[in-house]
């Protein structure tokens, strides 16, 4: 089954350790668990128009947390939902307006 390229949305991550990578020309997005490196790769380019050089892809484990609705109902620990990234590494000359300030204006 061929999915839509519009039906894949991928969000650009905004960390510390993103901005890092963004410096090498390493983009981290998340994506969809279900789409795989040539989806991601055709999604890329169609949101943003730029060239896409290598994809990694991992499954992020969802974080075990605490849960109680009382002392007898539902104790225990759940798991949150499990999340998928793709470092994305662009082409040389392409790169991603994701972490630039935009242009101040001059208070007068």
């Not at 539902?74 to 590494?89: M, Q």
Request: no cysteine; proline share 4%; hydrophobic share 35%.
């Amino acid at each position: 089954m061929a999915k839509n390229v519009s039906t894949i949305l991928v969000t650009p991550v905004t960390t510390e350790k993103a901005y890092g990578l963004s410096q090498k020309n390493v983009y981290v997005f998340n994506v969809p668990q279900s789409a795989n490196k040539n989806e991601i790769a055709d999604a890329v380019k169609a949101q943003y128009g730029v060239e896409v050089k290598a994809i990694k892809t991992l499954v992020q484990n969802g974080k075990a947390v605490r849960f109680s609705r009382g002392k007898n109902r539902y104790p225990g620990t759940t798991t949150r939902s499990d999340s998928k990234k793709a470092y994305v590494t662009l082409a040389a000359g392409s790169t991603l307006a994701i972490f630039e300030q935009p242009a101040e204006e001059e208070k007068k």
